[in-house]
C-alpha cells in the first residue's frame, strides 16, 4: 500500500469521527472546547502535509518534499503544543501538572522551530536531495523523536495511576488520555527505526479513535445529565417567576385580580382606545350591600365569607377571567367577546338574582353597566364613570327596599 493512500485513509476517518467536533461552533462541550477543536485542527493539517509527503516522495520532487517536509514538522510540533492545552482541560488536573504540561507543549513547539531554522544552514533535523528526492533523518529528529516516546510515556504512566487509584467519571478522562499516549508512544518508538513508514501518523490516528471512543461517549453523557438538571433548574425558575407573578397579581381573599391587576388593565385598555384599537367591551361595576353592617355585628371573619360569597356569586354569571377586585367591597367586570354580546341577558338574570336574595341571608350587590362608545369615550374612565353612577342609582333603589 503507497505511503500516501494510508494517508488518504487516515484523513478520510479522521474527518468521519470528528466532523461535529471540528464543524461545530465551540459551546460547553468538553469534546468540541477550542483546545480539542485546534487540536483536531493541526492533527488534520499533519495528516495532509504527511500525505502530499507521501505524493512528492513518490514522484521525485525534490524541493516541493524539502518544503513540505518543514511544514509537516511545524505541524508536528502545533499537534504537541495543542495536544497539552486539551490535556490540561479535559482532565481539570491539579496546578503542578497543568504547569509541567503547558511548558512541556511549548517546549516542544519552540524546539520544532528552532531546529527547522537551524536545518535551513545545516541539515541536523533533516536531509532531502533535491534531484534524486531522497529524503534522510537527521540526529535532531531521531532526539525530538525518543523525546516525545518518553513524554508520552510518561503520560501515560501519571494518567494510568490516577485511573487506577480514583473510580469516579475522572477516571475514565485519564484512562483516555492514557490510552492515547500508549499507543502513540508505540508507534513514535518504532517510527525511530523506520522513516519510509506512515507510523507517526498511524499512532496519531488509532489514538484519535481510542480517544474518541473513550472520551464521547462519557463526555455526552455528563452533558445529558447537565441539560437534564439546566432544564430541571430552568422549570423550577419558570414555576417561581409564574407564582410570583401570580400572587403579584392576585387577591389573597378571594383569588382573583387585585387593584394592580385592575390599574394595568385600565392603561391597556387607554392605549388600545388612543390607537382605536378595540371596537367593542363593556363595563359592570359592583358594590356590596351592608358589609360594614356584617363586619359590625358578625365580626370581620364573617365580613370575609360575605365578600367571597359575592364574588361567587358574580362569577357564576361573568366569570373570573375578567373579573378585579378593586376596592374593599368594590369591583368590576370588563366585558369582552361572548360576555359583551350576551351581557343583556346575563345583567338581567344576575340582578334578577339579587332582586330573589332580598329577603334572604345571600348577598346584596348592587351593579350598574355601561359600554364602549366609539368615536365618543376618549378613555377606560369615561365608560367606567357611567357604570359607576348606575351602580349608585341601583344602590339606592335596593336602599329603599330596606337593603
Given at each position: 500500500m503507497p505511503y500516501w493512500a494510508f494517508l488518504a485513509l487516515?484523513?478520510?476517518?479522521?474527518?468521519?469521527?470528528?466532523?461535529?467536533?471540528?464543524?461545530?461552533?465551540?459551546?460547553?462541550?468538553i469534546y468540541i472546547l477550542r483546545p480539542f477543536k485546534l487540536f483536531l485542527t493541526a492533527l488534520l493539517s499533519l495528516f495532509i502535509s504527511d500525505f502530499i509527503w507521501g505524493i512528492f516522495e513518490e514522484a521525485k520532487l525534490g524541493l516541493p518534499l524539502y518544503i513540505d517536509t518543514v511544514f509537516y514538522f511545524l505541524f508536528t510540533g502545533l499537534t504537541i503544543f495543542f495536544w497539552m492545552h486539551f490535556v490540561i482541560?479535559?482532565?481539570?488536573?491539579?496546578?503542578?501538572f497543568t504547569r509541567i504540561a503547558r511548558l512541556t507543549g511549548l517546549a516542544f513547539l519552540v524546539a520544532e522551530i528552532v531546529c527547522i531554522i537551524i536545518n535551513f544552514f545545516t541539515p541536523i533535523f533533516f536531509a532531502v536531495n533535491l534531484e534524486t528526492a531522497e529524503y534522510v533523518g537527521g540526529p535532531a529528529r531521531d532526539i525530538l523523536l525518543y523525546v516525545q516516546t518518553g513524554f508520552y510515556f510518561i503520560l501515560f504512566v501519571y494518567t494510568l495511576i490516577v485511573t487506577l487509584r480514583n473510580k469516579d467519571k475522572m477516571s475514565r478522562r485519564y484512562f483516555a488520555i492514557s490510552s492515547f499516549s500508549l499507543i502513540n508512544g508505540v508507534f513514535i518508538l518504532i517510527q525511530t527505526f523506520d522513516t519510509h513508514l506512515p507510523l507517526?501518523?498511524?499512532?496519531?490516528?488509532i489514538g484519535i479513535c481510542s480517544l474518541h471512543a473513550f472520551m464521547v461517549g462519557d463526555v455526552r453523557k455528563e452533558l445529558d445529565d447537565a441539560l437534564k438538571v439546566s432544564k430541571d433548574n430552568e422549570k423550577i425558575k419558570d414555576e417561581a417567576l409564574g407564582s410570583a407573578i401570580t400572587l403579584a397579581y392576585t387577591d389573597p381573599l378571594t383569588h382573583i385580580h387585585n387593584k394592580h391587576a385592575y390599574v394595568e388593565m385600565e392603561e391597556k385598555m387607554d392605549k388600545l382606545i388612543a390607537k382605536d384599537e378595540i371596537k367593542e367591551f363593556g363595563v359592570i361595576v359592583f358594590d356590596l350591600n351592608g358589609l360594614k353592617q356584617v363586619n359590625d355585628t358578625l365580626g370581620h371573619d364573617a365580613g370575609d365569607k360575605y365578600i367571597c360569597d359575592s364574588v361567587k356569586v358574580i362569577a357564576k354569571y361573568?366569570?373570573?377571567?375578567?373579573?378585579?377586585?378593586?376596592g374593599g367591597d368594590e369591583f368590576v367586570v370588563i366585558l369582552q367577546n361572548d360576555n359583551y354580546q350576551n351581557r343583556k341577558s346575563l345583567f338581567a338574570s344576575f340582578n334578577h338574582q339579587i332582586d330573589e336574595a332580598v329577603d334572604s341571608d345571600k348577598p346584596i350587590i348592587s351593579a350598574g353597566m355601561s359600554i364602549y362608545r366609539r368615536g365618543q369615550d376618549n378613555t377606560y374612565r369615561a365608560v367606567f364613570s357611567r357604570a359607576d353612577k348606575l351602580m349608585y342609582s341601583r344602590k339606592e333603589y335596593l336602599k329603599e327596599h330596606n337593603v
Open positions: 487516515a484523513i478520510s476517518i479522521h474527518l468521519v469521527i470528528n466532523f461535529d467536533s471540528l464543524r461545530r461552533p465551540e459551546s460547553k462541550a482541560t479535559f482532565l481539570q488536573s491539579n496546578k503542578v507517526y501518523s498511524m499512532g496519531l490516528l361573568f366569570g373570573e377571567d375578567n373579573l378585579y377586585r378593586f
